[in-house]
Structure formats: C-alpha cells, structure tokens
C-alpha cells in the first residue's frame, strides 16, 4: 500500500523502534540514507544501515539483521520485487520501500500491512485495478483444486462438469488473458520515478526538521538522476524550481537568526546560479572538461581528428591561450576565469553546445569548499563503483556517504580525481568504438561489446561508468549517423564482468529520440533469455542490467533482435 | 548541570522531601569533591560518604526510569543527566586511583601515620594501594631484582618513592573569609581571601583550605 | 663505558610507544642480561677491591669502589625503570582494552608481566565491586564527557552480536553504519572495531570539524 503522510504513516512509526536501512548503491539512495540518518539522530532513533548492492546482498542481509527488528526501510531497492515472497519475514515485521524504481511489484503496492510503499503512486504509473489482477481467496482456491482435480481424474470430472462450470471457467480463463495482457503493459518499461532524497527531504520539510545540509542532499540526488538521465528532463526543471525555493527559505530563515553573526552566515551558503554544464570544470582544465563534457563532445565530434581541431577552434575563438586551457580552472588568470562563463555563453549558438548553459546549485563552505552539485554526483558515482580486490564494495560505499559531509574534503577530493579517471576512460572507449565503427546495428536496436583485456576497461564492470558510455556512445552515434531512424534505437552495452568465470555485464538504454525515459529492456532481456534458454543473472535493482555468460551472449544478442524486430 | 533540581524531583515524585533536597546537594558537593581532586596534586581525604550517595541514587533513578514512557522527552533528559553524573562519579574515583598507583608508596606512609578516623583513603583503596605496591615488588623481584648481587636485590622503598609535587600553582576560589595566608617563598606576605574571590597560589599554602572546604579548586 | 647498556634500555622505552617483544629471544632480554651481567661484575670487583680495602688498607682502591657502586646504582635504577614503564603501558591497556589482552600483546609479555597484569585486575575488580551497593561500579565506562546519549558508528572490524542493555540484539558488521546508545559504543570505539563520527551542523559551523575519530592508539600498526 502506498503511504502518502511519510510523517504520520512511516515516520512515527518506525520512531519507536531499532531500523534495519538497506541501502542500494546510487548516489541518490545514499542522499536519502543521509537525510533520513541525521533525522534518525535528531529523535535518538538506532538504526542499522546495511548497503547492499543487488538482490542477493539484500536477501543476506536482511536475514543477517532481520532479529529484532521490526521495521526494515529500503532505499531505493526492493520496490520492484515481491518482498514478502522473498524475504519470509516475521509477520510483525513492515517494510517501508522508498525506491524510485518503477513499476512497483504488484504485491507490495496491494499488500495491506506488511509492506508500504512511500510516496504517491505517480500519475502516469497505470497500476492495474485490484480485481484485474488478483482473485478473491476462495475462487483462487477454487481454482487450484479445479486444476488438481482436472489433472488427475479428468475424465470422472469432465463428465461431471456442468454448464455452470463452464461458464466460470470461460470466465476465468477470460479473466487470466486479460489478466496477462495488462501485467505485460504494467511491467514493461522500466523506468525511474521521483528521486528518494526529494521524498525524504519533503517529509523532513513537512516535519520542520529540514536543514540546509538536508536540502543540499536532496539537490544532489535529483542532480543524479538528471544526469544519468533517469528522469525526463521536463521533471528535473520543475524539481529545481522546487528546491531553489526552499534553498532561499532556509537561506533566509538562517539569516534573519544569526544576523549578528555575518561570520557564520557567510560560512555555508547555497546558490543557484546561471552556470555552464561542464564536467567538474572547476577542478579540471577547461580543455579536459570540454572535452569530457557529453554535449560539447557529441556536437564538436570530438572522437575524430577533425573534433580535435574543432576544440582547438573553439578555444582560439573564445581568446583562450591554449597553455592557460591546459591548465587547472583554479590556475588560470583570474581575468580569464572571470569572463570564462561569458566566452562559452557566446559561442556557445556557433558550435551549437547551447546545452551546456545551463543552472546549478553551488555550496559554498568556506573560502576553500565550493562545489557544484554535479561534481559531488560525478564524484560519488566515482566511489561508488571503486571497489577493487583490497577494497570492499561496501567500503566505497560508505566513503560516497563520508563524501556527503563537508567535513570530509579529502575523501571528496580523492572522488573527483577517480570521476576524472573515469570520465577520461569513457571517452577513450567511445572513441575507439565510434573510429571503429564497432556500433552493431540488429535493426531494431544497437550494441556495442567493449573489447577485453584493454587497459582501464575493468572499470565496465561496473553499471554507472558502462551507463555513461552507452549513453555517449549513443548520442555520439545518433549526432553523427546518416540513418534516419537512429534517433529511435535503443543501445545495449556489453562488457566483462568477471574475466575468469567468463561473465559480462549488459545494459539497455532507451533511444535518444523517447521524451520519457522507459527502457523496454528489463521485460525484453527476461523473455530473451526464457528463449535462447540461457541463464541470466539480474541481481542489480535496476532490471535494465544484467550479467551473463559471455560464451552465450551472441545467441542472446539474436534472441533479443528478433523479440524487438 | 544546572538543571538537576528538576530531574532529581521529577525522578522521585513519590520521595520525601527531604531527599530532594539532600540529593541535589549532595550532587553540588560531589561535584566540587570532583573538581578539587582533578586540580589538587595530591590525594585528598576521601569522599565516600557523597560518592556511596549519589550511586544509591543512580540505582534509584535507574528504576525511577524504567517506569517512564519510551517516548517521554523526560526520559531522554534524565538518561543524559544521569550520564553525566555517571561521568563526574567515574572520573573522580578515578582521578583517586590514579594518584594512588602514582604515588602509592608516599600515600600509604602518610596513611600508616594518621587514625582511622582521619584517613584519607577508604578502606577498599587502602586495599588496592597495598595490592598494587605488592604487585609491583612481585614485578620487580621477578624480572630483575633477584638476579641483581649481593643486596641489590632488596626493593628500596625509599628511592623508589614518587611524592606529589605540593610546590604547583592552582586556581581557586575562596568559600568563607579566609585571613592571613602566607605566601610561600616570602618572609612575611600575607593575603585575605574574600568569598567568591579567585586567586593562583601555591597548592601547599591552601593545602589545608582545600581539604576543610574553605575553598575549592577550579 | 659502565651503564651505557643500561641507557640503552631506557632509550628503548623511548623510541617505542608500544610493548616491544620481551620474552622471544630478542634484543630486550639480552639487554637486560648483560645489564645484569655487569652488574654482577661490578659487584665482584667491588667486593674483591673493598676487601683489599680492608685488609691491606689500600686506600687508592676507593674511589674506584665507589665509582662501581655509583654505576651498579645506575644499571639497578634503569632496569627497574624499564620494568616500571612497561608496566604502564600495561596498566593504560587494562584502561582502555578491559581485562582480556589481545593476542598480539600477550605474544610480547614475559610470565611476570601477565602475572601482574592478572592480579591488577583482580585489585580492580575487587575496588570496583565495593563501590556501590549490591552490583559494584564500573569505572572503565564514562571515560569521556557525555556530549549525547546515541553516537554514530562506522564498523570497521567483523565484531559479531552485541547485546543492548535492553536485550536487543545488533550484528555488527564491517562496513555497516549504526546510531547506538553511546554507553554501549565506549569500549568498542576504544577497541578500534567502531568509528565514531561526528556530525557538523551547518547551522553552528566550528573551526574544529575534523570528524572526532576517538580512536586507538594503533596497537599493530604504529611500526
């Protein structure tokens, strides 16, 4: 059931009571874990938190810490799975799902108690009726002794049936067609709803108990799903609005109590400011981050000999002497730094980058922490996924959570020069890929397989830096491709997962040209592996990634072109 | 701590009234026992009767709170105040302890000299004192001394004596009118404490002052 | 030079904040005994030069009987102050470890040393228990002010269940996050296995943000 006062139908609640949070490994989950850790200390509220990173982590450790326990809250995992039917917990045990993974389970959005969903359905959602989906107890019961029986003495049954019988079994056969067809509409397209943080942060809001460090969570989980695309674009507009007015508010409300002290005033502040969308600009060179940056790279073609030139073009034209462009942002000549903004702005219309002029959030803590949102996104994002043979998964998570607090500048540095490292292996790869030419077209969709054995390619184990190549290497291709219909396909993104036992990861992404972004590739992948027979392994929340056997990945890359075909 | 007036009331809503107040004034004493301890360098007469007081009343509260409500803001505050009074208890008896493995060998001398009614330790650590001093002998014996010749072997009590140096400056504050400290050092330099006043001055010249209450260390 | 070895032993104390290996064969303990060794030495002279002293009345023997027992004074002095110092770090460990000792420790004491260590506890334990009424007073809680009743905690080491004062039960894991009552965390976060974090509000920013990391003086690891 779904919980629309978070205060009163979840927050009171689980106040009485020790929390087991599980936590799935996004940036976003992690700004929401956040938000809700520092209200839990505010009411002297213990809890546990446990990241868990795909089905199987959160199986284990639900049955690790489910003693005792009463409530479970899950962060942006779980929503998407029958609960209940996984876990078997302890009938005084609830289970609060805050996931912005979409379609909810079924079973949890009809559960009466045991598992609460909260936030509003969203309107597009389409949930099915109750009735369609679901039979009353006693007719399911009905049905399985009819199907019993059916099977074994069909012949004394049959002849027994009676016109009544038949009538409620073409009923119920009906009812089942029906049935199918509306589950295959509901489930899908996988998509994203709104971002965790933003509910969490509207129920510390109602409560009064909001803050601006809470708030700058909240911008920071939005700001992800903006720039992993995981919401449309219509939808982060009008969220920004939305935060940029509680920023003033709690900006104000601070101001007008500590007047007297402009020190502290001045020590945290928040703004939202015209701004360019270069990756971590400002801890970068600004021939780095032009060359980094999605939008200048797609519409300067900067994977080509020819895009070299073009960048090098668009720095002479904007006066930029190319040692100072080589340099780092916070090196450069002031005077340059100061008209940097302006120099883009203009020429921005002549090389068709208008994209990169955009707004963000910056906090500003000190003379030495300035950060815009974007570069805490990249740079968790990159501590996320930087676990390695000495370094447990969890530990990166729990770094990406130290690198929420501003008291922890060294581990956020530390992030960004990973997010660099990262950004620069992406665009390395993509450029192989599209000088190559390796974009597989099936017709219905397209693929890319990253090579093996290169080095730095071990970072595509991991779904965010493999997302973020798809999704360059997609628009790069659409930008660049003479095929009228390329705008309308779909990618899907390979790469090895676990060299030695032969695994690869595999995403989907939706094409360039759906407004929404639903990705039909969850539903797609299923059916493709119950035809090609071929074990998939779909451990991670999000149902668009996938592991496989390698040796199996062409007969299921051909099962998948002529499902979609 | 100021607010302990309150907690100590509420706690003991169905007490006497007599123990209210007692209770909140034994805390005050306890912790200026606290204070005077952590800043005078030497061990000071014990203060058993205040600290066996407030522990029955940390029983007392405990079960006082058990019966409160999980939710009552009451509770969260009591269980903070009773930490804090948990902390000044521990860190006084173990400022005392401490002084006591320091300078075992001097305090027990001094101990040995004064009646049972004047001591200055209790009787629990007068029995740690001796347990530690036997300890470290049985350390040393071990180890070294009986392989050293002839008679150093014997444990030499009075080179091995650490005595507290009672030259040190402290801060203080007078309680009463005090009259004609002399000041150390000086022939003849007398001062007058004013109550409420606060002065540094050799620990050895308030020695007495601070063991009869007349002032306390800060 | 006389008492040079013994110095040795005191500077030992000094480069080291950590209880160096006694028993297995290493250097400590051969120190020790050639401290002792020439002590005896010294004594032997001195008892051979004193009793030349006194039977031929070799008055030119003294001082040099005198400078031996100066430095036999000095050789005692040192290795009791080594012994005593150890025993320091021993006492400091009861304080902040409780009254098992980890392993590593344990490898690096001789049999006297755990044997002092063992009846220190029992001392304390004694002390402890006559405080109060009935249940004793531990006096290892509460080391530091009380600023709020739950910290934050980062697990850094597997540590297994920990029980509550109330009876729940926690599985403390590496790498998971608690809120827990702050009494319960105190040795833990003495122990190294939990990570105390400290939040800064933005509302009352201070110049010492540094998250308060209470934390061990790395047993293993100073080396």
Same mark, same amino acid.
């Given at each position: 059931?779904?919980?629309?006062?978070?205060?009163?139908?979840?927050?009171?609640?689980?106040?009485?009571?020790?929390?087991?949070?599980?936590?799935?490994?996004?940036?976003?989950?992690?700004?929401?874990?956040?938000?809700?850790?520092?209200?839990?200390?505010?009411d002297n509220?213990?809890?546990?938190?446990?990241?868990?990173?795909?089905?199987?982590?959160?199986?284990?450790?639900?049955?690790?810490?489910?003693?005792?326990?009463?409530?479970?809250?899950?962060?942006?995992?779980?929503?998407?799975?029958?609960?209940?039917?996984?876990?078997?917990?302890?009938?005084?045990?609830?289970?609060? /799902?805050?996931?912005?993974?979409?379609?909810?389970?079924?079973?949890?959005?009809?559960?009466?108690?045991?598992?609460?969903?909260?936030?509003?359905?969203?309107?597009?959602?389409?949930?099915?009726?109750?009735?369609?989906?679901?039979?009353?107890?006693?007719?399911?019961?009905?049905?399985?002794?009819?199907?019993?029986?059916?099977?074994? @003495?069909?012949?004394?049954?049959?002849?027994?049936?009676?016109?009544?019988?038949?009538?409620?079994?073409?009923?119920?056969?009906?009812?089942?067609?029906? @049935?199918?067809?509306?589950?295959?509409?509901?489930?899908?397209?996988?998509?994203?709803?709104?971002?965790?943080?933003?509910?969490?942060?509207?129920?510390?809001?109602?409560?009064?108990?909001?803050?601006?460090?809470?708030?700058?969570?909240?911008?920071?989980?939005?700001?992800?799903?903006? /720039?992993?695309?995981?919401?449309?674009?219509?939808?982060?507009?009008?969220?920004?609005?939305?935060?940029?007015?509680?920023?003033?508010?709690?900006?104000?409300?601070?101001?007008?109590?500590?007047?007297?002290?402009?020190?502290?005033?001045?020590?945290?502040?928040?703004?939202?400011?015209?701004?360019?969308?270069?990756?971590?600009?400002?801890?970068?060179?600004?021939?780095?981050?032009?060359?980094?940056?999605?939008?200048?790279?797609?519409?300067?073609?900067?994977?080509?000999?020819?895009?070299?030139?073009?960048?090098?073009?668009?720095?002479?034209?904007?006066?930029?002497?190319?040692?100072?462009?080589?340099?780092?942002?916070?090196?450069?000549?002031?005077?340059?730094?100061?008209?940097?903004?302006?120099?883009?702005?203009?020429?921005?219309?002549?090389?068709?980058?208008?994209?990169?002029?955009?707004?963000?959030?910056?906090?500003?803590?000190?003379?030495?922490?300035?950060?815009?949102?974007?570069?805490?996104?990249?740079?968790?994002?990159?501590?996320?996924?930087?676990?390695?043979?000495?370094?447990?998964?969890?530990?990166?998570?729990?770094?990406?959570?130290?690198?929420?607090?501003?008291?922890?500048?060294?581990?956020?540095?530390?992030?960004?020069?990973?997010?660099?490292?990262?950004?620069?292996?992406?665009?390395?790869?993509?450029?192989?890929?599209?000088?190559?030419?390796?974009?597989?077209?099936?017709?219905?969709?397209?693929?890319?397989?990253?090579?093996?054995?290169?080095?730095?390619?071990?970072?595509?184990?991991?779904?965010?830096?493999?997302?973020?190549?798809?999704?360059?290497?997609?628009?790069?291709?659409?930008?660049?491709?003479?095929?009228?219909?390329?705008?309308?396909?779909?990618?899907?993104?390979?790469?090895?997962?676990?060299?030695?036992?032969?695994?690869?990861?595999?995403?989907?992404?939706?094409?360039?040209?759906?407004?929404?972004?639903?990705?039909?590739?969850?539903?797609?992948?299923?059916?493709?592996?119950?035809?090609?027979?071929?074990?998939?392994?779909?451990?991670?929340?999000?149902?668009?990634?996938?592991?496989?056997?390698?040796?199996?990945?062409?007969?299921?890359?051909?099962?998948?072109?002529?499902?979609?075909? | 701590m100021e607010n302990n007036g309150d907690v100590q009331m509420t706690a003991e809503n169905d007490d006497q009234e007599e123990e209210e107040v007692t209770a909140q004034s034994v805390l005050l004493a306890i912790e200026e026992a606290w204070l005077?301890?952590?800043?005078?360098?030497?061990?000071?007469?014990?203060?058993?009767?205040l600290v066996d007081c407030m522990l029955q009343q940390i029983t007392h509260m405990e079960e006082n709170m058990k019966r409160l409500d999980k939710e009552d803001l009451r509770l969260m505050i009591h269980r903070m105040e009773l930490d804090r009074i948990k902390y000044v208890i521990t860190n006084y008896?173990?400022?005392?302890?401490?002084?006591?493995?320091?300078?075992?060998?001097?305090?027990?001398?001094?101990?040995?000299?004064?009646?049972?009614?004047?001591?200055?330790?209790?009787?629990?650590?007068?029995?740690?004192?001796?347990?530690?001093?036997?300890?470290?002998?049985?350390?040393?014996?071990?180890?070294?001394?009986?392989?050293?010749?002839?008679?150093?072997?014997?444990?030499?009590?009075?080179?091995?004596?650490?005595?507290?140096?009672?030259?040190?400056?402290?801060?203080? @504050?007078?309680?009463?009118?005090?009259?004609?400290?002399?000041?150390?050092?000086?022939?003849?330099?007398?001062?007058?404490?004013?109550?409420?006043?606060?002065?540094?001055?050799?620990?050895?010249?308030?020695?007495?002052?601070?063991?009869?209450?007349?002032?306390?260390?800060? | 030079?006389?008492?040079?070895?013994?110095?040795?032993?005191?500077?030992?104390?000094?480069?080291?904040?950590?209880?160096?290996?006694?028993?297995?064969?290493?250097?400590?303990?051969?120190?020790?005994?050639?401290?002792?060794?020439?002590?005896?030495?010294?004594?032997?002279?001195?008892?051979?030069?004193?009793?030349? /002293?006194?039977?031929?009345?070799?008055?030119?023997?003294?001082?040099?009987?005198?400078?031996?027992?100066?430095?036999?004074?000095?050789?005692? @002095?040192?290795?009791?102050?080594?012994?005593?110092?150890?025993?320091?770090?021993?006492?400091?460990?009861?304080?902040?470890?409780?009254?098992?000792?980890?392993?590593?420790?344990?490898?690096?004491? /001789?049999?006297?040393?755990?044997?002092?260590?063992?009846?220190?506890?029992?001392?304390?334990?004694?002390?402890?228990?006559?405080?109060g009424e009935?249940?004793?007073f531990?006096?290892?809680t509460n080391?530091?002010p009380p600023k709020t009743l739950y910290?934050?905690?980062?697990?850094?080491?597997?540590?297994?269940?920990?029980?509550?004062d109330d009876?729940?039960?926690?599985?403390?894991?590496?790498?998971?996050?608690?809120?827990?009552p702050r009494s319960?965390?105190?040795?833990?976060?003495?122990?190294?296995?939990?990570?105390?974090?400290?939040?800064?509000?933005?509302?009352?920013?201070?110049?010492?943000?540094?998250?308060?990391?209470?934390?061990?003086?790395?047993?293993?690891?100073?080396?």
């Open positions: 059931m779904f919980v629309e006062n978070l205060e009163r139908g979840f927050y009171r609640l689980v106040k009485h009571d020790r929390c087991l949070l599980l936590v799935n490994f996004d940036v976003d989950a992690i700004c929401a874990c956040k938000i809700l850790q520092l209200l839990f200390k505010y509220m213990m809890y546990t938190l446990v990241p868990v990173q795909g089905v199987q982590d959160m199986v284990r450790a639900f049955e690790e810490n489910c003693e005792e326990v009463k409530n479970v809250i899950f962060i942006n995992c779980g929503g998407t799975l029958d609960l209940v039917e996984l876990l078997q917990p302890a009938e005084s045990v609830i289970f609060y /799902i805050l996931d912005s993974h979409r379609p909810y389970d079924l079973c949890n959005i009809y559960s009466e108690d045991q598992v609460r969903i909260l936030g509003k359905p969203d309107e597009d959602d389409e949930i099915p009726e109750y009735n369609d989906v679901f039979r009353d107890d006693d007719s399911s019961d009905e049905n399985e002794t009819d199907e019993e029986s059916a099977s074994d @003495r069909s012949q004394t049954k049959r002849r027994r049936l009676n016109e009544e019988d038949i009538v409620k079994r073409a009923g119920r056969r009906e009812w089942s067609e029906k @049935r199918a067809t509306i589950l295959f509409n509901y489930t899908q397209y996988s998509y994203y709803g709104k971002s965790s943080a933003m509910i969490i942060f509207e129920m510390a809001w109602s409560m009064t108990k909001d803050n601006l460090d809470m708030i700058w969570w909240a911008i920071i989980g939005s700001t992800e799903q903006a /720039i992993l695309g995981k919401v449309e674009s219509r939808l982060s507009v009008l969220e920004e609005g939305f935060l940029q007015a509680h920023v003033s508010r709690l900006t104000h409300k601070k101001g007008a109590e500590v007047d007297k002290q402009q020190q502290q005033q001045s020590a945290v502040k928040i703004t939202y400011d015209k701004d360019l969308l270069l990756v971590l600009y400002r801890h970068w060179t600004v021939e780095d981050s032009l060359r980094h940056s999605v939008p200048t790279a797609v519409s300067l073609r900067l994977w080509s000999l020819r895009g070299e030139q073009r960048l090098k073009g668009l720095l002479a034209d904007m006066g930029l002497p190319l040692a100072q462009s080589k340099q780092r942002f916070s090196a450069m000549d002031l005077a340059l730094r100061q008209e940097f903004k302006q120099m883009v702005e203009k020429l921005a219309g002549k090389y068709k980058v208008d994209t990169i002029i955009g707004t963000s959030f910056t906090l500003q803590y000190g003379y030495k922490f300035k950060y815009c949102a974007s570069d805490i996104v990249y740079a968790m994002l990159a501590l996320i996924e930087s676990s390695s043979k000495t370094k447990l998964p969890q530990g990166c998570f729990l770094d990406a959570l130290d690198c929420l607090s501003r008291t922890k500048k060294d581990i956020l540095e530390s992030g960004i020069e990973k997010a660099k490292l990262m950004l620069k292996t992406v665009f390395k790869t993509a450029q192989t890929i599209l000088q190559l030419k390796e974009i597989r077209n099936t017709g219905s969709f397209l693929y890319i397989i990253i090579p093996e054995g290169s080095a730095g390619n071990f970072i595509f184990a991991h779904p965010y830096p493999l997302m973020m190549l798809a999704q360059f290497t997609l628009k790069a291709y659409v930008d660049s491709s003479k095929n009228r219909r390329a705008p309308e396909l779909p990618l899907v993104a390979s790469a090895v997962y676990n060299a030695e036992e032969r695994i690869c990861i595999m995403i989907g992404i939706p094409p360039v040209c759906e407004d929404q972004p639903r990705s039909l590739f969850g539903r797609a992948f299923e059916q493709a592996a119950k035809n090609t027979n071929s074990y998939i392994d779909a451990d991670y929340f999000d149902s668009t990634i996938i592991r496989l056997k390698i040796e199996e990945r062409p007969k299921f890359l051909d099962a998948l072109a002529s499902l979609l075909a | 005077n301890e952590k800043f005078a360098p030497e061990i000071l007469p014990h203060r058993s009767d008896l173990r400022a005392r302890l401490e002084k006591i493995e320091k300078y075992t060998i001097h305090i027990l001398s001094q101990e040995a000299t004064r009646s049972s009614e004047e001591c200055y330790l209790t009787v629990a650590e007068l029995q740690f004192a001796k347990e530690f001093l036997t300890n470290i002998e049985m350390l040393f014996k071990t180890i070294a001394l009986q392989h050293m010749p002839g008679n150093f072997q014997t444990f030499e009590v009075d080179t091995l004596t650490v005595k507290p140096n009672l030259q040190t400056y402290v801060f203080l @504050r007078a309680n009463d009118r005090i009259n004609g400290i002399i000041i150390p050092g000086s022939m003849d330099e007398e001062i007058d404490l004013e109550p409420g006043s606060q002065h540094i001055i050799q620990y050895s010249a308030v020695a007495d002052l601070v063991k009869s209450g007349a002032v306390k260390l800060i | 030079m006389y008492g040079r070895k013994g110095f040795k032993l005191i500077s030992e104390l000094d480069l080291y904040s950590d209880i160096l290996p006694f028993n297995v064969g290493c250097m400590i303990e051969a120190l020790i005994k050639e401290v002792l060794q020439e002590m005896q030495s010294l004594y032997d002279a001195n008892v051979a030069n004193s009793n030349a /002293i006194r039977n031929d009345n070799n008055m030119a023997l003294l001082p040099s009987v005198q400078l031996r027992h100066i430095a036999l004074k000095r050789n005692k @002095r040192c290795i009791l102050a080594y012994i005593y110092n150890r025993m320091r770090k021993l006492k400091e460990l009861r304080w902040e470890l409780g009254s098992i000792l980890p392993p590593e420790i344990n490898t690096n004491l /001789i049999n006297a040393e755990v044997q002092w260590f063992q009846s220190y506890n029992k001392s304390l334990a004694k002390y402890m228990r006559s405080l009935d249940h004793g531990n006096l290892t080391m530091v910290v934050e905690v980062k697990c850094v080491e597997d540590f297994g269940k920990l029980e509550l009876g729940q039960v926690i599985l403390l894991k590496k790498n998971t996050y608690h809120l827990l319960v965390c105190e040795p833990l976060i003495r122990q190294g296995i939990l990570e105390h974090k400290k939040y800064v509000s933005m509302e009352f920013p201070s110049y010492e943000q540094e998250t308060q990391t209470i934390q061990l003086r790395s047993i293993k690891s100073d080396d």
